[in-house]
């Protein structure tokens, strides 16, 4: 009985990690712009995994669910012409860009409490995928 409820435990696990990632394919919507929305709270992304057309361009609305944790949005991709930095509030901040080059980029939150996992560490990072 021990072991079936383990198995039962393991596979609702595996299958909610499952369905975090799966990945979000941005529309492109009449205006021919990619839209899509993240929210960001202790400590994830949602969705923490977006696919965008590569030169096409997107926008990404961020907004965060915490009044006192500040959290930030950084995409350091200069190659693929994304270089985001910017500081999270609860009203929601539009980022646009035009990837210029497919892969996969990071997009995680930079803050870092004094002696304390960084927010990315406790895992507030998503994937950008850039795709033909
Ligand atoms: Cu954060």
């Known amino acids: 009985m021990k072991t079936i409820l383990i198995l039962i435990m393991l596979i609702t696990g595996a299958l909610t990690c499952i369905a975090a990632e799966i990945p979000v394919i941005v529309p492109i919507e009449?205006?021919?712009?990619?839209?899509?929305?993240?929210?960001?709270?202790?400590?994830?992304?949602?969705?923490?995994h977006i696919v965008v057309k590569v030169n096409v361009p997107v926008e990404i609305k961020v907004h965060k669910t915490s009044f006192i944790?500040?959290?930030?949005?950084?995409?350091?991709?200069?190659?693929?012409?994304?270089?985001?930095?910017?500081?999270?509030?609860?009203?929601p901040k539009s980022f646009f860009f035009i990837p210029l080059k497919t892969g996969k980029y990071s997009i995680y939150c930079s803050k870092k409490l004094p002696f304390?996992?960084?927010?990315?560490?406790?895992?507030?990072?998503?994937?950008?995928?850039?795709?033909?």
């Open 30 to 48: 009449n205006d021919g712009i990619q839209r899509i929305e993240i929210t960001g709270s202790e400590y994830s992304f949602k969705p923490a």
């Open 116 to 132: 304390m996992h960084s927010h990315r560490e406790k895992g507030m990072e998503a994937v950008l995928e850039v795709v033909e």
């Open 69 to 91: 944790v500040p959290h930030d949005f950084v995409i350091n991709a200069p190659e693929a012409g994304i270089s985001i930095n910017e500081s999270l509030s609860r009203d």
